[in-house]
């Protein structure tokens, strides 16, 4: 699995992208989603009246590429 990020202009010098190349995890239940859900609500502490429901992507980075334009 992938995930891309990239950024956009009409300044062409200024285009940029960077690629994570990885494996990727679906927990539907048990502790590593509690866990995942756990972490999340630490840093999203809004969150907590509503926490999210389903499913949870595990990413574990195998390597990163990047472009910058300029």
Do not use: H, N
């Not at 010098?13 to 756990?38: H, Q, T, Y």
């Not at 509503?50 to 990047?66: D, I, S, Y």
């Amino acid at each position: 699995m992938s995930l891309l990020v990239d950024s956009y202009d009409e300044d062409w010098s200024r285009l940029w992208w960077v690629r994570a190349d990885d494996r990727a995890r679906i927990f539907d239940e048990g502790p590593k989603l509690e866990r995942a859900l756990s972490l999340l609500l630490d840093r999203y502490p809004q969150e907590r009246g509503q926490p999210p429901k389903g499913p949870t992507l595990a990413v574990e980075v195998e390597r990163w590429r990047c472009w910058p334009a300029g």
